[in-house]
């Protein structure tokens, strides 16, 4: 209530009170209640007047105080230090202050596009939200600020931007962010294979080429390095020569690599970088080394960067060089032996969907550990036709009775010290039985795909070759050192055979001197090439969606072929995989790439390279990974067409920019 109207009422409740008492005066003297009722008329009169005269006091005093907030509120609003926008859902300014007009230094027009002066303004994606962002123009940055304007429902919805000018603070954070130091390893990783046969005049003048161009680049950087070891450099930078050697894809490797020597190996690099953020020298250093032994464990020839705890790719380009002698494989088939003797089951198992290579370094595991005596199981998913078959020879043989397994089968572990050997594969949510790695702490990893960031968390003992054909050759290799009277079955040896055929495409990809050794060792041993052959039979219907592939498939610039597979079946991946193969052996194709329904929610992607193009680089996009030659990926919740037109583009920029770069060099020498 206003206090005038309430000072009013108690007045009136006292003049009714005093009328009251006059009336009770009446009553006893006539003349004295008349002389008080002229005066209470007085007193009536003189209380209307002075309520008049505060009212209208009362209403100067308002008409003052809103005119100067008014006032105020006007000048708080167009003296603001932010220039302030109010605009339509299709960009049109509607109202602004005098602020804006300092920003652009000229005033725009009524019903403008923001666009039109501010082409990095956002209006569509944060419309009717409340929010912040910072947008750049002519080299001036600027923090806005948006919230929606309440209006009427009937009324046109407008929305409020509170634009900000921030470029000292967002220079200084840029300066702060191109200032921090970068720790780099640098390592030649195939020292022993190129210095192998040299004179020492030959090792010393190519030692001498690698670090001239390691230390030209890194002056350009504004870097500084240190060579540590024959073969490894250590290098400190900052984060602005990093995102410059990055903008230049690390074309270090590139110009080391042509470098000339007289056994004509090319001379390859592998880097370990990281970014200083918040945590201490140990940390980063650390963080280095993790990141050369990623880049090593992928093969190679590449740098791994690892900023804000996310890593980086680049390079990668060079096929992985076989190591000529066998000195880790006899280490690490100790250690196995090691491991195994000190536990009390082995357990073996490898990526969802075993293939031959898969199935054939398990059995081989498994033959290790039967060797010494050790209860082994392998554990399997969901199998297919090929895997089926071998399983079927197996039925009946004393040694693998009772040796195949399902995750639901080994739910309860009663061994008090297990193992687990993983193999085929290094990245947890492909395994076959994931729940295992939670509950085995044991882990052996064997592989020979390019080591993605993706990776078994703490594994006892890891042997991943990027450069050996398949894991079965691995495990072949392992089983020659691991005891000297070693003895496989035919059944073991053909399974390892089987391994190796398949994943060199019969000896005709990715095979080494080793590769050769290995399978003259397994036929030695009995490997059965006709039995072979048998397993790798395809029924009619598999032949007939091979050709609908072959037949739909489209050859692209460059040596690309591309084809997909709209039938989802259990052994969709296996034909897949085969598509692929069978692609490559076109004339003039370099990679092959297969899009596949897997099921009804997820789309595979098979790629298969002859080796001039690293298709793990590709599918790593995709979320997945591989070798440099046979690669692939499964991507949930995704249209096949989509998946397939992605793919192209994705392989497509990777041939115009490895040709950009060969030419690059090529004029550059």
């Not at 598509?579 to 052996?585: G, Q, R, T, W």
């Amino acid at each position: 209530m206003p206090r005038n109207m309430s000072a009013w009422m108690d007045l009136t409740l006292q003049l009714v009170i005093m009328l009251t008492l006059i009336g009770i005066l009446a009553c006893y003297n006539v003349y004295a209640a008349a002389a008080a009722l002229v005066l209470w008329f007085c007193l009536v009169l003189f209380a209307h007047e002075r309520c008049r005269d505060r009212s209208r006091r009362f209403t100067r005093y308002c008409k003052n105080i809103v005119q100067n907030i008014g006032e105020m509120t006007t000048y708080a609003v167009e003296e603001l230090p932010q220039a302030i926008l109010v605009v339509t859902a299709d960009g049109r300014l509607q109202w602004f202050n005098t602020n804006l007009e300092k920003c652009l230094g000229f005033r725009p027009d009524e019903n403008t596009d923001v666009k039109d002066f501010w082409p990095g303004f956002i209006i569509s994606p944060v419309w009717g939200t409340e929010g912040e962002y910072v947008f750049a123009h002519e080299n001036t940055y600027y923090q806005v600020k948006y919230r929606p304007v309440p209006l009427p429902p009937h009324q046109d919805p407008l929305m409020a931007f509170y634009v900000q000018d921030i470029t000292q603070f967002e220079t200084m954070r840029k300066e702060f962010i191109e200032s921090r130091t970068v720790l780099a390893y640098i390592q030649i990783d195939n020292y022993d294979e190129v210095m192998q046969g040299q004179s020492d005049a030959e090792c010393a003048a190519l030692l001498l080429s690698v670090n001239q161009l390691l230390d030209g680049w890194l002056k350009e950087l504004g870097g500084f390095m240190r060579r540590v070891s024959e073969d490894q450099y250590i290098a400190v930078l900052d984060r602005k020569a990093l995102e410059q050697a990055m903008h230049e894809k690390f074309d270090i490797l590139d110009k080391v690599r042509q470098l000339q020597n007289t056994n004509r190996l090319p001379v390859t690099l592998s880097m370990g970088m990281a970014v200083a953020d918040k945590q201490s020298l140990k940390a980063l250093g650390s963080q280095a080394q993790a990141g050369l032994d990623l880049a090593l464990g992928r093969g190679g020839d590449q740098v791994a960067v690892n900023i804000g705890g996310k890593t980086q790719f680049f390079g990668g380009r060079a096929k992985a060089v076989e190591k000529h002698t066998r000195v880790k494989a006899r280490v690490v088939a100790h250690a196995i032996r090691e491991i195994m003797e000190g536990a009390d089951a082995v357990y073996i198992m490898g990526h969802h969907n075993e293939d031959f290579d898969c199935f054939g370094a398990s059995i081989g595991i498994a033959r290790m550990a039967r060797h010494l005596k050790k209860p082994v199981r392998i554990v399997l998913s969901n199998t297919n036709e090929g895997i089926e078959k071998f399983q079927g020879l197996l039925r009946g043989h004393e040694n693998f009775e009772d040796l195949f397994v399902h995750e639901e089968d080994v739910m309860n572990l009663t061994a008090l010290n297990p193992v687990l050997f993983v193999v085929d594969t290094h990245i947890p949510h492909l395994v076959a039985a994931p729940s295992l790695l939670e509950r085995i702490p044991q882990v052996v990893v064997i592989d020979h795909h390019r080591r993605s960031e993706d990776f078994i968390r703490n594994p006892l003992l890891v042997y991943i070759e990027p450069a050996s054909s398949s894991v079965s050759e691995l495990v072949t290799e392992l089983l020659m050192y691991f005891s000297d009277n070693m003895r496989l079955s035919r059944l073991d040896a053909t399974a390892l055979y089987s391994g190796i055929v398949v994943d060199t495409k019969n000896f005709a990809v990715q095979t080494g001197v080793r590769t050769f050794d290995a399978a003259a060792y397994l036929r030695r041993s009995g490997a059965d090439p006709v039995l072979v052959r048998h397993l790798f039979r395809t029924d009619y219907e598999t032949t007939v969606i091979l050709s609908r592939a072959k037949a739909n498939s489209k050859f692209y610039p460059g040596g690309l072929i591309v084809t997909s597979i709209q039938e989802p079946r259990p052994d969709i991946t296996i034909i897949a995989a085969q598509a692929a193969d069978a692609l490559l052996s076109i004339e003039g194709a370099q990679m092959t790439i297969v899009v596949f329904q897997l099921d009804k929610d997820t789309v595979g992607i098979s790629a298969r390279s002859t080796g001039e193009a690293n298709v793990q680089v590709i599918m790593e996009a995709f979320g997945g990974g591989g070798h440099q030659n046979v690669a692939g990926a499964q991507i949930k919740g995704a249209d096949l067409e989509e998946i397939k037109a992605k793919a192209i583009a994705l392989s497509q920029k990777y041939i115009e920019e490895n040709d950009q770069d060969e030419s690059d060099l090529t004029a550059g020498r």
